[in-house]
């Protein structure tokens, strides 16, 4: 476990350095704190794509952002759609650099993906599961290379429900299905990182988390959204969310940093962890579950029927 780094040593977008050279993949990016996170990359030179459902809110973020920014379909709410993502990626870029796992939905009403998925569970985890798995050769290829997938502070009212993932058995709660699929996303980052490492691979695994951010997660629910813009609530808003340019600085640290380490999670520095600049932070005790972590990744394999490259055994000659 790492500790905070102290409020002085502030970290800004300042400290990115010239990043031509390097591709950048970024799932929901044609928004939110994926449109800013992708902007930064490209200010600074990487060649950057815009991974989206939508090809024309794609597009046209493209536009807004400029630069070498291209458009990808992606769909994290079909399997398809994930695979034929990955085959164009894969012809047009051969070398990745940076995969982030950015895009979510947050309290959609009960849905499932095409593949019958819960839709947070399907979306912000497996789908994201199944595009990493999909692409790490193309990162394993990079040394220093690194996915960074994007939690929340919601991840600490998280529980996996091993035995009813798809919420089929029991009544459906969006915030507590959103909580899961943010739970997975940390679960996924640690066990990923720990078989990266087992590999021997200069690839790493690093989550982050926006603290609150002014951005359309909160478009299905409509009293947030009041209540964010309510004059008389103003100051206490102001301390649970902020700018998504702002925001989206954890997962630029996490993507960026050349201090940061396989397994580091970063989230703002202010109280609660909802507002300020990105720092390390802790996730949850069962975040850190191994036998979670394990059980999660085997179950995500064999609902998206990928199967990733690298595996829980440590390499043969370091056996020896
Ligand atoms: N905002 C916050 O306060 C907050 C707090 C904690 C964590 N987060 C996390 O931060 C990340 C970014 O969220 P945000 O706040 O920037 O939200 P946002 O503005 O709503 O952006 C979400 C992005 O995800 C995309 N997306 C949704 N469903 C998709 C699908 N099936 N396939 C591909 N892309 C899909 C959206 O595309 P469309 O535009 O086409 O819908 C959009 O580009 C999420 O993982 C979220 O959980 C946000």
């Known amino acids: 476990m790492r500790q905070r780094t102290r409020m002085t040593e502030r970290w800004t977008a300042d400290k990115i350095g010239d990043l031509r050279g390097r591709t950048a993949v970024i799932t929901g990016a044609n928004t939110g704190i994926g449109f800013e996170t992708a902007k930064v990359l490209a200010e600074r030179g990487a060649t950057v794509v815009l991974a989206c459902r939508d090809t024309a809110k794609a597009e046209a973020a493209a536009v807004r952002i400029g630069g070498a920014v291209t458009t990808l379909r992606l769909d994290l709410a079909s399997l398809t759609s994930v695979r034929q993502a990955a085959d164009d990626l894969r012809t047009r870029h051969p070398r990745l650099d940076l995969l982030i796992n950015n895009a979510g939905i947050m309290i959609p009403p009960y849905g499932r993906t095409e593949d019958g998925f819960e839709l947070q569970f399907g979306v912000n985890h497996l789908g994201h599961f199944a595009l990493t798995g999909l692409l790490l050769d193309l990162l394993l290829e990079v040394p220093g290379s690194r996915i960074v997938t994007v939690s929340s502070n919601g991840h600490k009212r998280g529980d996996l429900h091993v035995d009813d993932l798809m919420w089929e058995r029991r009544k459906y709660r969006r915030m507590a299905a959103y909580a899961q699929s943010k739970l997975a996303n940390l679960l996924f980052t640690y066990e990923l990182q720990r078989r990266l490492a087992a590999?021997?691979?200069?690839?790493?695994?690093?989550?982050?988390?926006?603290?609150?951010?002014?951005?359309?997660?909160?478009?299905?629910?409509?009293?947030?959204?009041?209540?964010?813009?309510?004059?008389?609530?103003?100051?206490?808003?102001?301390?649970?969310?902020?700018?998504?340019?702002?925001?989206?600085?954890?997962?630029?640290?996490?993507?960026?940093?050349?201090?940061?380490?396989?397994?580091?999670?970063?989230?703002?520095?202010?109280?609660?962890?909802?507002?300020?600049?990105?720092?390390?932070?802790?996730?949850?005790?069962?975040?850190?579950?191994?036998?979670?972590?394990?059980?999660?990744w085997t179950e995500s394999e064999r609902l998206t029927r990928v199967t990733y490259p690298i595996s829980e055994q440590t390499p043969a000659k370091e056996q020896a």
């Not at 947030?224 to 206490?236: C, D, F, I, K």
């Not at 702002?246 to 109280?271: M, V």
């Open 199 to 296: 590999t021997g691979a200069r690839t790493i695994a690093v989550a982050a988390h926006p603290g609150g951010s002014r951005t359309d997660l909160m478009r299905h629910s409509p009293l947030h959204n009041r209540l964010g813009t309510n004059r008389l609530l103003a100051p206490v808003v102001s301390k649970l969310v902020q700018d998504a340019r702002l925001s989206a600085l954890t997962t630029l640290r996490a993507a960026i940093d050349p201090s940061a380490r396989g397994g580091d999670y970063y989230g703002p520095d202010g109280w609660g962890e909802w507002t300020g600049f990105p720092v390390h932070v802790e996730s949850t005790a069962r975040s850190h579950d191994l036998d979670l972590q394990r059980w999660l």
